[in-house]
């Protein structure tokens, strides 16, 4: 089924088209399904879509703040949703189904009481390493080993490599798919050792197996996606200077200012900043001049 081309929010049609055919062809209804991260409830209403088809039965919680802000009143203006209002209830009166649970409140503060396994997380509002373990470890006892899958929305984002490592770590402990519009899905083989999900694990070795691992992604715009925070986990460990090389060595031009340019990346970065600025003119003028 192909989904309607006029749903509101931040994830492409393409992407939200790929997670519903991915759930009505996977989903085996052997227990609960988690979102985080609803937003404006554009994955949120497929999952609605494939529950009236009788194809869920057990419940569906979708997770969020559901706080309006600045930046979403930039984005969307034409919703007239005021900064600081709650769009909760605007939200399921689109969904339109009452068998999904609708949970306010900050995500870092979820717990799961309900007694039922899980069969799909769908992680989009998690973007740190912390955010997406702590999840993990309230779960993980509820997970069902051949059966519970994850899909993570956000691996691609240019300002982090948390997601690279997350992914790089569990990718003994089931099957990891990196789809055509940048959602990677994950499918558990086996219980997760919980005592292996810390970043500091990862050692100057692990860059070149995490570089093989990458490979597996077919899709070139992804993969240019994958520079910048490659290049910030190159920095996190071999430091500095080869850090500069590697700046300086790569050959496609090193997009996302918007994340380039936000005050998080620029305190956290700081000391490579300028150089990352540098290459950006760069590349711009010799695409000027080509």
């Not at 939200?16 to 759930?23: A, G, L, P, R």
């Not at 497929?46 to 802000?69: E, G, P, V």
């Not at 870092?108 to 069969?119: G, M, V």
């Not at 500069?244 to 790569?250: E, Y």
Request: aromatic share 16%; net charge positive.
């Amino acid at each position: 089924m192909k989904l309607p081309d006029n749903l509101i929010g931040q994830t492409s049609n393409q992407k939200v088209q790929e997670i519903y055919d991915y759930i009505d062809l996977k989903f085996q209804d052997r227990g609960t399904i988690l979102e985080f991260g609803t937003f404006l409830g554009k994955v949120t209403y497929c999952l609605s879509i494939i529950q009236n088809k009788n194809k869920i039965k057990n419940k569906i919680f979708t997770y969020d703040m559901f706080i309006w802000n600045t930046l979403h009143k930039k984005k969307f203006p034409q919703l007239n949703i005021k900064i600081g209002q709650c769009f909760m209830q605007k939200r399921k009166s689109i969904v339109s189904n009452d068998s999904i649970h609708f949970i306010k409140g900050d995500i870092n503060k979820f717990i799961y009481s309900e007694c039922s396994l899980i069969e799909l997380v769908i992680l989009d509002a998690p973007k740190s390493f912390d955010e997406i373990k702590d999840i993990l470890c309230k779960i993980n006892n509820k997970l069902i080993p051949g059966c519970s899958k994850i899909i993570f929305m956000d691996f691609y984002l240019s300002s982090k490599y948390d997601s690279i490592l997350f992914l790089y770590i569990l990718k003994n402990y089931g099957k990891i798919s990196f789809s055509q519009f940048q959602n990677v899905f994950f499918e558990l083989d086996k219980k997760i050792d919980l005592d292996i999900l810390n970043p500091n694990l990862i050692k100057k070795s692990d860059y070149s197996l995490i570089k093989d691992f990458l490979t597996k992604i077919e899709n070139k715009s992804s993969l240019i996606k994958l520079q910048l925070p490659m290049l910030l986990l190159n920095y996190r460990l071999f430091g500095f200077f080869s850090t500069i090389r590697k700046i300086f060595a790569t050959n496609e031009h090193l997009m996302f200012k918007k994340y380039v340019f936000s005050k998080s990346f620029l305190k956290q970065f700081y000391i490579i900043f300028p150089f990352i600025f540098m290459k950006m003119i760069c590349e711009k003028i010799k695409k000027k001049f080509k």
